[in-house]
């Protein structure tokens, strides 16, 4: 998939506007469609609590 930084509003939490955020993909909801930016800081925040679950789920699968 690709991403791009751009300049916009951090949509994850933070509320700062006017910064580099990148593209995540698309929300949807009740068949309305609105792009989902995130900032550095906070997309280092998401993409460590990802990690921390795929890492559970590697455990969870090779345990048995
Ligand atoms: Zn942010």
């Given at each position: 998939m690709e991403r791009y930084w751009t300049t916009g509003d951090c949509w994850?939490?933070?509320?700062?506007?006017g910064v580099q955020v990148l593209w995540l993909g698309p929300i949807q909801w009740d068949g309305w469609t609105a792009p989902f930016m995130a900032c550095a800081p906070c997309l280092d925040r998401l993409l460590a609590q990802a990690r921390a679950h795929w890492l559970r789920r590697l455990r969870v699968t090779t345990a048995s």
């Open positions: 994850l939490g933070c509320e700062r506007t």
